[in-house]
Nanobody, 114 residues
Framework: QVRLVESGGGLVQPGGSLRLSCAAS????????MNWYRQAPGKERELVASISSGGGARSYVDSVKGRFTISRDNAKNMVYLQMNSLKPEDTAVYYC???????WGQGTQVTVSS
């Protein structure tokens, strides 16, 4: 069965950086596009970044373009989200998601605050 385990969140000051990781199992990772979502308190879950199965195509929501980078390592079944120049409005629980597979992990909390 599909399993996604996110890690790497924490408390960081504005302008800081974090690297989120997601370990995937239970499906053929190298053939699956992957997304990162986030959900802030009182708000709907938002798609933040996407990456194709081979990693050649990536897309981002406008609010993170130029600051966040999604990447993947198909040999390790891992997907990453490098987050730079973090802002308080980036505070949320971040989730990875295997496109087309209805499963959500526990997420990882990112808090940006001074």
């Amino acid at each position: 069965q599909v399993r996604l385990v996110e890690s790497g969140g924490g408390l960081v000051q504005p302008g800081g950086s974090l690297r989120l990781s997601c370990a995937a199992s239970g499906f053929t990772f190298s053939r699956n596009a992957m997304n990162w979502y986030r959900q802030a308190p009182g708000k709907e879950r938002e798609l933040v970044a996407s990456i194709s199965s081979g990693g050649g195509a990536r897309s981002y929501v406008d609010s993170v373009k130029g600051r966040f980078t999604i990447s993947r390592d198909n040999a390790k079944n891992m997907v990453y989200l490098q987050m730079n120049s973090l802002k308080p409005e980036d505070t949320a629980v971040y989730y990875c998601y295997a496109v087309g597979r209805p499963y959500w992990g526990q997420g990882t909390q990112v808090t940006v605050s001074s």
